[in-house]
């Protein structure tokens, strides 16, 4: 009889414990589904730091690190070539003297003594990431390095960055020369404002003081089309820095989608981390729409 009676308890207990998973998973299927766990959960990054910002709603969609200060490498022109379209004009000369002409690689490779035309000028700094030439547009524009670089550094004050302090003008390594990926999603927002600098960015090949130059920049050529419409961006690689590179795309709805990535560990891994990144940011922005 005891028996019975524990062999009853337990098969009540099986059969409410039953009852209350199953009310469980009544209550789960009841509850609305939101636009975010439709899209998925935002994606890994093996970069150092990332982010996602909607320049035309101002708002960040993606933080890793993101106010962190790093090594930018070659992001950094971004903000060379913003000084450069403010203050010179597309015909404006621009002198490589002997210390641009002696910059570390990558150079365009002219002697010193080479005068060239501004914007032949941006296209070698952001297609070919002429080191050389990022020297000679800051002694052209601001009288010496330590004076562009003080002119940098007031412009991205006054863009809002926070974490920036500019020392070189082509992002080769000093210890002082740092900024985060907000910043430079916000250095690349103010960037593609300029219908010189989008040119430049979206030029395939072209010829500079007698050097023939090719972008650089995988995304130029085949964008995948879940990203959104191809703007513009810049990439960057030193051994400290690793691989960075900041994106600008343009959504099907028009919002202008910046992806910047830092710290990479290989270029393969940088192209693929600002695709993912950005088609992850389509899909929640669609399923927030619907």
Request: with cysteine.
């Amino acid at each position: 009889m005891l028996f019975r009676k524990s062999t009853v308890s337990r098969t009540w207990l099986r059969l409410a414990k039953g009852l209350l998973a199953l009310c469980g998973a009544l209550v789960c299927l009841l509850l609305p589904v939101t636009s975010t766990q439709a899209a998925g959960k935002a994606p890994y990054v093996n970069a150092k730091a990332a982010i996602v910002y909607d320049a035309t709603a101002k708002k960040v969609l993606y933080d890793k690190l993101a106010d962190t200060p790093m090594y930018p490498a070659s992001t950094t022109k971004l903000m060379t070539a913003i000084l450069l379209v403010q203050h010179l004009e597309p015909d404006s000369p621009v002198y490589i003297g002997t210390k641009a002409a002696h910059q570390p690689r990558v150079r365009l490779g002219v002697s010193p003594g080479t005068t060239m035309r501004a914007d032949d000028a941006l296209r070698a700094l952001l297609m070919k990431s002429a080191n050389d030439v990022a020297y000679g547009i800051a002694e052209t524009v601001g009288g010496s390095q330590e004076g562009f670089a003080r002119m940098m550094n007031v412009q991205a004050r006054l863009l809002g960055c926070t974490h920036t302090r500019f020392v070189t003008p082509n992002g080769l390594h000093a210890d002082a020369h740092t900024t985060s990926a907000k910043d430079i999603a916000l250095i690349l927002a103010e960037a593609i404002r300029y219908p010189r600098i989008v040119k430049a960015m979206q030029t395939p090949s072209a010829t500079v003081a007698g050097k023939s130059i090719r972008n650089g920049n995988r995304l130029l050529y085949s964008p995948p089309s879940a990203i959104g419409t191809f703007i513009g961006g810049k990439t960057g690689f030193t051994s400290k820095a690793m691989y960075c590179l900041a994106t600008a795309v343009r959504r099907a709805d028009g919002h202008v989608m910046i992806s910047v990535v830092f710290g990479a560990p290989r270029k393969s891994l940088m192209y693929r981390e600002t695709i993912r990144l950005l088609t992850w940011a389509n899909r929640m922005s669609n399923h927030s729409a619907s």
